[in-house]
Structure formats: structure tokens, C-alpha cells
T-cell receptor, first 107, second 113 residues
Framework: DAKTTQPNSMESNEEEPVHLPCNHS???????IHWYRQLPSQGPEYVIH???SNVNNRMASLAIAEDRKSSTLILHRATLRDAAVYYC????????FGGGTRLMVKP | NAGVTQTPKFQVLKTGQSMTLQCAQD?????MYWYRQDPGMGLRLIYY???????DKGEVPNGYNVSRLNKREFSLRLESAAPSQTSVYFC????????????FGSGTRLTVV
């Protein structure tokens, strides 16, 4: 399984953009890069995933490096409800969760 | 709302007791998963079922059994609960293939005393 490296924690101000980085230098060529987040006392929630091209959805954008060894989840305008642990997961047939990044959003 | 439903939401067991955690999904997903999450930690895969009729061990299967009852339901059984199994248990489902994300239930908080 691919190893990932994410910052333990990050802080952001409300309504500012947030860039959450992830290194996954051992990712296989066919694994998608998934991002999930977990709000306090809830199950993980799917955010976005992609293979090679940058991806956008209503929740976030995913920027994938050309060599696929890293990716960045972009929240365009952080809100207090975005405070959560964000997990970056290179996935084949199943998800393997690491420690994730705890995002704190300040009003 | 469509999604993954887990029951019960909370449970306290005495050491040595048995119980079954229930999970059902109404999204017609083929694959289902059981994870556990210890305090302050990430999720670890216990068992999964890639399709109806199949089950496989994950990272931490010891002390657990599973049953894929039908396409909708995937249960997790603790035959003889131990304090080390105190955790929050999450069920998830998805369709196979890398185009799809996973949908998680809201969890079962289990305490073994």
C-alpha cells in the first residue's frame, strides 16, 4: 500500500482558501487519490477523488501533481463547518487510513 | 435518506459477552466494509466483502467474524468481547471500480468493561 504524509494539523481563517497537502510518493500507477473528511463524532465523508487530472466538485478541488507523487485538496472558502480531520488515501480496492490533517478554522 | 445505517449506535458489553453489529445500505452497492477507530486514531479495516457471498480479512480481523447476509446487509460479530475491542465501529459501502467513493455509516460506539 502507498504511504502518505500529511501535516498533523493546519489552521485557517474563516472564508479564506485552504490548501491541504499530501505526499504519496509510492502510489501505484492505477490508484486513485481519495480525500475524505471526518467531522467530530461522525463517520468519514467522501470529499473528492481523482487519478491524474485536477478535479472539481461542489465541496472542493483536487490538484494532482504531474508525477502523481503529491496532491493538494483545496477548500476555496473555509467555513466553521469545514473543521474536521482530512484524510488523503491512495486507494486500490480498499481504503487504508493514516492519521490525516486536523483542520481548525478560526472565525 | 439513502445511505448506510448502523445499529445500535451505542452499546456497553461485559467482557466475554457476545454481540452483533448490524449494517445495511440501500444504494445497491456491491462492496461493504467494517472499520474500527480507536480514540485519536485513524480507521483500521477489520473485514470486507467485495461482493455478495464473499468476505475477506482486513488489517485487524482477530476477535471478529462477519456475515454478508445479502447484498444490503453486512454484520460484524464479537463472539467474546474484550476491553481491547472498545472502539467506534464504522460500516461503509461502495460499488466496485475506482470511479466511486465510499459511503460511511455514522458508527457504533462500543464499550467493553
Amino acid at each position: 500500500d502507498a504511504k502518505t504524509t500529511q501535516p498533523n494539523s493546519m489552521e485557517s481563517n474563516e472564508e479564506e482558501p485552504v490548501h491541504l497537502p499530501c505526499n504519496h510518493s509510492t502510489i501505484s500507477g492505477t490508484d486513485y487519490i481519495h480525500w475524505y473528511r471526518q467531522l467530530p463524532s461522525q463517520g468519514p465523508e467522501y470529499v473528492i477523488h481523482g487519478l491524474t487530472s485536477n478535479v472539481n466538485n461542489r465541496m472542493a478541488s483536487l490538484a494532482i501533481a504531474e508525477d502523481r507523487k503529491s496532491s493538494t485538496l483545496i477548500l476555496h472558502r473555509a467555513t466553521l463547518r469545514d473543521a474536521a480531520v482530512y484524510y488523503c488515501i491512495p486507494a486500490g480496492n480498499m481504503l487504508t487510513f493514516g492519521g490525516g490533517t486536523r483542520l481548525m478554522v478560526k472565525p | 435518506n439513502a445511505g448506510v445505517t448502523q445499529t445500535p449506535k451505542f452499546q456497553v458489553l461485559k467482557t466475554g459477552q457476545s454481540m452483533t453489529l448490524q449494517c445495511a445500505q440501500d444504494m445497491n452497492h456491491n462492496s461493504m466494509y467494517w472499520y474500527r477507530q480507536d480514540p485519536g486514531m485513524g480507521l483500521r479495516l477489520i473485514y470486507y466483502s467485495a461482493s455478495e457471498g464473499t468476505t475477506d480479512k482486513g488489517e485487524v480481523p482477530n476477535g471478529y467474524n462477519v456475515s454478508r447476509l445479502n447484498k444490503r446487509e453486512f454484520s460484524l460479530r464479537l463472539e467474546s468481547a474484550a476491553p481491547s475491542q472498545t472502539s467506534v465501529y464504522f460500516c461503509a459501502s461502495r460499488n466496485p471500480g475506482q470511479l466511486y467513493g465510499y459511503t460511511f455509516g455514522s458508527g457504533t460506539r462500543l464499550t467493553v468493561v
